[in-house]
């Protein structure tokens, strides 16, 4: 698939997710994790890539001089905008853009970040290598996203694409380490939590294909025994439970 037809499905999907996505249990935990690790200071300029509606950079802003979001799909940075006047911030501007292509000079932000979005790129690296541009010298890098051993790993890649076709792959924790070592990050930090899903609240969220979504209850059902995907499925009741096993990296430049 090339990038243009990879970035159009990408549009379809989040444009469709935006509204039911903010309303996800589980996309607002875990933020005072990341501002720990990030080191937020009021002196930051926060550059959030693949920013979605603003869910992580609206709270960032609220410590941070200045933030910037940048994303692909207009319907997100929509609700990005209202969920920042709804919470009166006025440090915060909203790009709709490609982040392989960032349309920022050299060393212009302190901080640049991004959550859940590194199993949407076609090429990981070519996205690291302009976070790292944008990044000025001492500044940090913060990347948030689900990372799964290589025992678990295509199991849960096979699902999430039925679930989302915009999903490309999640990486392994040797994937994500090779990958950060191409790049001069010095005091690299790792951090782990896991956000709590229920299947039918997810698949509601996420417009699978028609028939997609007893598929992927079939394949939540045989995990409950198998334990394939690296998600401790579960049941809470009569309801399917499970937890994506989020990694944080954060670098300095």
Request: aromatic fraction near 8%; proline fraction near 3%.
């Amino acid at each position: 698939m090339n990038t243009e037809e990879h970035n159009a499905k990408i549009v379809e999907q989040f444009s469709k997710q935006a509204i039911p996505f903010t309303k996800l249990s589980g996309h607002l935990d875990s933020i005072e994790i990341l501002k720990e690790m990030a080191e937020l200071t009021p002196e930051d300029n926060v550059l959030d890539i693949a920013c979605g509606p603003g869910l992580v950079l609206c709270e960032f802003a609220k410590t941070a001089s200045q933030g910037t979001g940048i994303d692909i799909t207009q319907v997100m940075l929509e609700q990005a905008q209202e969920r920042q006047k709804n919470l009166g911030l006025t440090n915060i501007k909203w790009d709709l853009g490609n982040v392989t292509e960032l349309p920022y000079s050299s060393n212009s932000f302190s901080l640049v970040i991004t959550r859940y979005s590194f199993h949407h790129f076609l090429d990981p690296k070519k996205v690291l290598s302009e976070m790292y541009r944008v990044c000025k010298p001492n500044g940090r890098i913060l990347i948030a996203d689900v990372v799964l051993s290589k025992e678990k790993v295509n199991a849960f890649n096979e699902m999430e694409v039925i679930r989302d076709n915009s999903h490309t792959k999640a990486l392994t924790f040797e994937e994500f380490e090779e990958l950060l070592s191409l790049f001069e990050l010095t005091n690299l930090k790792r951090a782990s939590y896991k956000v709590e899903m229920e299947l039918e609240r997810q698949l509601t969220a996420s417009f699978p294909k028609e028939g997609d979504d007893e598929k992927l209850r079939q394949i939540f059902k045989n995990d409950l025994t198998e334990n394939n995907l690296g998600v401790e499925s579960h049941l809470i009741g009569n309801e399917i439970h499970f937890s994506y096993p989020i990694s944080v990296y954060v670098g300095r430049k």
